[in-house]
C-alpha cells in the first residue's frame, strides 16, 4: 500500500512539479547553454539517489566501488529509502546515509547546505528523485534520458536501455564524470566485516562445520506476481534435502513467517526456518558463501549473488536479462510466455492467472538446482587438485 501511494504522489504532484519547475527554469535560462564537463573540474562531493528496494541497492554497488575508487578524494552521500539502507551500510560505501521516508525535513535542509558538485539519479522513471537533484544545487546533475517530463532538470543525460543488464545501466552513469567501459562485477561485491560473518542465531552445535553447504531458500515476494506456489516451495524442500549436503534454511522478512511456516511443516524433512527472525545482518551471515540460494526475483537474491552465493532465481513478470545474474555459477528458471516478461519501473500487467510463475514445475527447478551444485561441487574439487 505504501508503495502504491508513493507512486501516484510521483505520477501526479512529482510529475507536475517536474513540469512547471522544467518550464520555469527554462524560461529564466537558469541553467548555463553548454553544461559543464564534470571531468575537468575537481569533485568534492557527490550525492547519489537511489530509491527502491534492495534489489536496486545491490545492483548499484559496483558503481559506488568505481566510484570511490576513482573519486578517493570525494565524499559520496546517498540519498535511499530505508528499506535499502541496511545493505549501503554493511557496503561501507557512502560517507552519508538519507533516508527520504524517515526524514524528510532533514534531507531537504541537508540538501540544500551540502553544496555538492554532483548529483547522479539512479532512479529510472520516476519523478520525485530529479527534484531532490535540482535541490542539491549541484552544478552536474546526471540521470536517465527515459522520461520527458523530468529530463529538462539534469545538466546531463544518459541513454537508458529497457532490456540492458541493470548493473550496467547504473555504471553508465558515471560517463561524464569521465569513467567509461567498467564492466560492473555484483558476484562477491559485498564482502561481510568479520565481526558479523558468523552464524546466525539459531543453528545447532555443528553449524559451523556445514555452513558452506547449506542451501537457503526465499520463498517470499514483494509482489503476489513474483510469487511461486507455496506447496511447490515445500515439495522442492524435500527434493533437496539429501544427506550429503547441508541443512535447508528458510529466509525471508516478518511478511514471509506464516509462509515459511506453512513450507517447514509440510516439507517432511528437517528444516531450519529463519523467515523474519533475522536482521538483514544476520540474513547475510546465512547468504555468504552458501552452496545455493533458490529463490523468486527479488532483493535477497540479489543478495546472495553480491555475497558470493550460487543462485537459482525463479523469473515470472521480471525480465531476467534485466535483473538477472550472469555467470556459471547461477541459473535463471522461467516459464517462457508470449506475454512476460510483462514488468516495468515497478508496474506489471493485469492478470488473474499469474501462469508465468504457474508454469515453472518443481521438477524443473530441482533439476535446475541439482545442477548448479553438481557443477559448483565438481569446480571445488578441481580447484583442490590443482
Known amino acids: ?54 534489489g536496486d541497492m545491490v545492483l548499484l554497488l559496483p558503481m559506488l566501488r568505481v566510484l570511490r575508487e576513482r573519486l578517493p578524494a570525494a565524499a559520496v552521500d546517498v540519498v535511499c529509502e530505508r528499506r535499502n539502507a541496511a545493505v549501503l551500510r554493511l557496503s ?40 531532490m537533484a535540482l535541490l542539491s544545487r549541484a552544478p552536474v546533475r546526471i540521470g536517465f534520458k527515459i522520461n520527458p517530463g523530468r529530463n529538462p532538470l539534469y545538466t546531463h543525460l544518459i541513454t537508458y536501455e529497457l532490456d540492458g543488464w541493470e548493473a550496467a545501466q547504473f555504471m553508465g552513469l558515471l560517463a561524464p564524470l569521465g569513467i567509461k567501459d567498467v564492466v560492473p562485477v555484483v558476484e562477491g561485491s559485498l564482502r561481510l566485516d568479520s565481526s558479523i560473518a558468523t552464524p546466525a542465531p539459531g543453528y545447532g552445535q555443528d553449524a559451523r562445520a556445514t555452513l558452506g553447504k547449506r542451501i537457503v531458500i526465499h520463498a517470499g515476494a514483494t509482489t503476489r506476481y ?6 511447490r516451495w515445500a515439495d522442492l524442500v524435500g527434493q533437496l534435502a539429501a544427506p550429503n549436503n547441508g541443512p535447508i ?6 511478511s514471509d513467517r506464516a509462509a515459511a511456516a506453512w513450507i517447514a511443516e509440510r516439507a517432511g524433512v528437517p528444516v531450519e526456518n529463519m ?15 552458501a552452496a545455493l540460494f533458490v529463490g523468486g526475483d527479488s532483493g535477497l ?31 535463471i528458471v522461467r516459464c517462457d510466455l508470449a506475454c512476460a516478461p510483462c514488468a516495468i519501473f515497478g508496474y506489471h500487467k493485469l492478470c488473474h492467472s499469474i501462469a508465468c510463475m504457474d508454469g515453472i514445475t518443481v521438477e524443473q527447478v530441482t533439476s535446475v538446482s541439482r545442477s548448479v551444485l553438481l557443477r559448483m561441487s565438481s569446480a571445488s574439487r578441481a580447484l583442490k587438485a590443482r
Open 275 to 289: 523467515a523474519g527472525r533475522l536482521t538483514l545482518k544476520e540474513t547475510a551471515t546465512v547468504l555468504a558463501g
Open 226 to 231: 513474483k510469487r511461486w506456489d507455496r506447496a
Open 249 to 254: 534454511i528458510l529466509v525471508g522478512g516478518p
Open 92 to 131: 561501507g560505501l557512502a560517507d552519508r546515509i538519507w533516508c527520504y521516508d524517515s526524514a524528510p525535513l532533514a534531507l531537504l535542509f541537508g540538501l540544500r547546505c551540502a553544496r555538492y558538485d554532483v548529483a547522479l539519479d539512479s532512479e529510472q522513471f520516476h519523478h520525485i528523485s530529479a527534484l
Open 301 to 331: 537474491a540479489h543478495l546472495a549473488v553480491a555475497l558470493d552465493a550460487s543462485t537459482v532465481i525463479l523469473f515470472g513478470p521480471s525480465d531476467s536479462r534485466k535483473w538477472g545474474a550472469p555467470g556459471p555459477r547461477h541459473a
Open 1 to 54: 500500500m505504501k508503495a502504491l501511494i508513493f507512486k501516484f504522489i510521483d505520477a501526479t504532484i512529482g510529475a507536475a512539479l517536474c513540469w512547471s519547475v522544467g518550464r520555469l527554469r527554462h524560461l529564466l535560462r537558469l541553467d548555463p547553454a553548454v553544461p559543464p564537463d564534470p571531468a575537468a573540474q575537481p569533485v568534492r562531493r557527490v550525492l547519489v539517489i537511489r530509491p527502491g528496494g534492495l
